[in-house]
């Protein structure tokens, strides 16, 4: 173990800000959830922080970090509004912010919303806005949640095809906070024990006097640390072993479509996926990789994708974007089914890979009707399903489409909580496939930075489908084949012969 010097962890996290700021950031157009403030707006001064437990998990392929704080209120008056800042090129790669009450988890999340006052300010703030106001003197603890995405760099940024990866993360020891705070702790884990560098601070900055950060097993704890103004920070960087794959989303498109006549919920997911790990260092050596399959070391290839579906489901399908050049299993079962993509190739660092997969199920386990409200429906479909491993993926840019029957009209639809879908726009479009006169009536949902944490989350859609718009497909196909035969029987019955009857006369006459 070695520790870095403080001035050059504060240049290196400052490098890798100027990094992540260059680069293209994944929002191409403002959240609809951002709420707009003057320029002068700052943080009241009404909480103080009084004990803050900050937990990074650094086990998978992104960061998640959950504060768990009791908040309270300082001021003369009740308080409802609590923010936290966050520096510019951080907000854009928070996957949604999730705020509970710590001691009562189940109740639904907090609102949240992100504040915008001044663009080109460095900080910029999320507000949680409690359930009822805090009466003054009175405490809250607060659980909040969220997920840092393109947060992880590879160093080195190049290696051996069999090498180990290591990654650096940038942070500061102090959590984001406009409020100041009278205790505070942060928790690292790690996936391994290996942590070939990291940040060491001074211990008198340790209310308990020890060397920071203090070490036990694969879990580092820096603080705990007293009476630490708003906005403070200390720079910290570590590096630890993560030899797997950095799974990168760029774009999901997730159609789902609901048929009524074959009782069938379609699903086809187009998948655009990178690995953002470390690249190789020389060229891919087939040999080499051949000999790992005899003990299955570590890497940082995708070497297989694995996607859980519902028990029920039937008649998968996978292609690639240059047609099928994958292996694909699927497998069915009454409890359960998958389906396993296996590349030609292994997808190493800086590789992408293009696919396409889709499924059929039974629409009875998704579709409800609306007690005592005729021809009124409510279905309930996962808000991602897709591949599932251990190091997690991240999504970059999701766009989700509900394609209802033709003639249904949207009643209304239930999100999950902003935390684990940040929305980017919603939209009710028109659908227009096969024998369709008009076009279904389609939900469209875009969001970004999502994880693959809330496989569990739903979506919700109400809506009303009469009998008319159920009877519409039949009655058109069959206007359409009684046209048919209408219209060949007035064609057999022109006549098309060369010269008419005269000619057939003169025929007769010449016999």
Known sequence: MKGINLATAAA????LTSLCSASESNLTEPLTSRTILPNTFSPPPGFRNVNLLRNINLEKGYVRETINVVIENVASNAQD?????????VVDRIGGLEVRDKNDPDKKGFEVTLVEYDPYQTTQFYRIRLPAPLQPSAQQTLSISYPLLSSLQPLPASIEQSEKQYL?????????????TLKQKTKLKFPTADITDYTSLPAKSNLEGKQDPQRQGTTFTYGPYGSIP??????????????????HARLLERDL??????????????????????????????????????????????????????????DAYFTDDIGNVSTSRFRTGPRDAN??????????????????????????ASLRAVPREANSFVLKVPLIEGPKSPEGIEY???????????????????????????????ETTLHKTFLDTKGRTTLSLTAVNLVDDPRDRSIIVTYHYPLSARLRKPLTITAGFF??????????????????????????KKL
């Open 12 to 15: 290196s996290i400052l490098a």
């Open 396 to 426: 970059e840019k999701v766009h989700v489409r509900i394609i209802l029957p033709e003639g249904a009209i949207i009643k209304n639809y239930h999100l999950p909580d902003p935390g684990s879908f940040p929305l980017l726009s919603a």
């Open 483 to 508: 046209g048919l035969f209408v219209a060949a029987w007035l064609v057999g019955r022109v006549d098309v012969t060369i010269g008419g009857k005269r000619g057939v006369d003169v025929g007769k």
């Open 81 to 89: 509004d609590y923010f936290i800042p966050f520096p510019s090129q």
């Open 230 to 247: 708003a906005g403070a920070v200390a720079a910290v960087e570590v590096r630890y072993e993560f030899t797997r794959p950095l799974v």
């Open 339 to 364: 389906l396993d993509l296996k590349p030609r190739y292994p997808i190493f660092g800086g590789w992408r890979y293009n696919f396409r997969v889709g499924w059929n199920a039974d629409l009875g």
């Open 257 to 314: 479509e609901i048929s009524h006549w074959g009782g069938n919920l379609a699903t086809e997911e187009r998948y655009w996926l990178a690995n953002v790990a470390a690249k190789l260092s020389k060229q891919f050596s087939r040999v080499t990789w051949a000999q790992t399959a005899y003990y299955n070391p570590s890497t940082t290839a995708v070497k297989e994708l694995r996607i859980p579906l519902r028990a029920g489901t039937v």
């Open 168 to 180: 650096v993360y940038a942070f500061s020891a102090y959590s984001p906070s406009a409020y100041p």
